[in-house]
């Protein structure tokens, strides 16, 4: 009985972690068109709320967005993007090559912010993979006692 509960216990934590680390963002970058156009799409967990800030490389230039006007901001290198329960958005830059693009994601839904580099999922996979192991470690050690 005690091994069942064991088990039990471990699943749940493992779909606990992985449904938060399905909440991540997904840059995607293109490769830029023979006109020197770099098509960047920002994809986000369903329904959230809250904002987006990236950081436009030097020897780039941001081109525009398919995002409501009254939801974005531009200044110098940075390009502010709210987030109001869209799926995801698209901007344009041009340049030489696939740049490395940075940003800082505010997710209100959630209450998390973090920095995000160019062509990487959230911090939310692995921190989930690591707590993951270490209840089960925890869980594992002290199947024996009462």
């Known amino acids: 009985m005690l ?3 064991q088990v039990t216990i471990l699943l749940l934590i493992f779909v606990l972690c992985i449904g938060t680390a399905t909440a991540a963002i997904d840059r995607t970058i ?5 006109g020197g156009t770099i098509t960047v799409r920002v994809t986000f967990p369903d329904g959230m709320i809250g904002g987006i800030t990236e950081v436009i ?3 780039y230039t941001y081109l525009g967005t398919t995002h409501p006007m009254d939801q974005t ?3 110098e290198s940075k390009v502010h993007f709210a987030i109001l329960g869209e799926e995801s958005i698209t901007y344009t830059l041009s340049g030489p090559a696939t740049p490395e693009i940075n940003g800082t994601v505010l997710d209100l839904t959630n209450g998390i912010s973090f920095s995000q580099p160019s ?3 959230s911090p939310a996979p692995i921190a989930a993979v690591i707590l993951g192991a270490i209840l089960s470690a925890v869980i594992l050690t002290w199947r024996g006692h009462p």
């Open 119 to 121: 062509a990487k999922q």
């Open 73 to 75: 901001r531009t200044e």
């Open 30 to 34: 293109a490769s830029p068109d023979t």
């Open 57 to 59: 490389p030097a020897g």
């Open 3 to 5: 091994r069942i509960r």
